[in-house]
Nanobody, 125 residues
Framework: QVQLVESGDGSVQAGGSLRLSCAAAEYTLSSSCGGWFRQVPGQEREGVAFIDSDGDTSYADSVKGRFSISKDGAKNTLYLQMNSLKPEDTAIYYC???????????????????WGQGIQVTVSS
């Protein structure tokens, strides 16, 4: 059974940095597409960052230049480095993965079948 498990410190002051990790079990991230998404209660889940099997990345405009997605094949883990955090980055963050053959719209939640449980990130002003 595929499992994705997020971890990381969940609270920081504005301007600070956090790194989220997403460890995979029964699934090989290095040859897959992965993404990070976030959701605020009452709002739709939005795509934040994407990485394909070749390591090419793309980002939502709201986080471009501040967030960085990467993956470690040896650890079978996906990462999201978040710098210059703002209070509006506060949300539940989810990692997701699926075969790159199935992912067409990289930052669309509907493209992914495998999801982590989510982790709260709070940025205080």
């Amino acid at each position: 059974q595929v499992q994705l498990v997020e971890s990381g410190d969940g609270s920081v002051q504005a301007g600070g940095s956090l790194r989220l990790s997403c460890a995979a079990a029964e699934y090989t991230l290095s040859s897959s597409c992965g993404g990070w998404f976030r959701q605020v209660p009452g709002q739709e889940r939005e795509g934040v960052a994407f990485i394909d099997s070749d390591g090419d990345t793309s980002y939502a405009d709201s986080v471009k230049g501040r967030f960085s997605i990467s993956k470690d094949g040896a650890k079978n883990t996906l990462y999201l480095q978040m710098n210059s955090l703002k209070p509006e980055d506060t949300a539940i963050y989810y990692c997701a993965a699926d075969s790159c053959l199935l992912v067409v719209a990289a930052l669309s939640p509907e493209e992914y079948n495998y999801w982590g449980q989510g982790i709260q990130v709070t940025v205080s002003s």
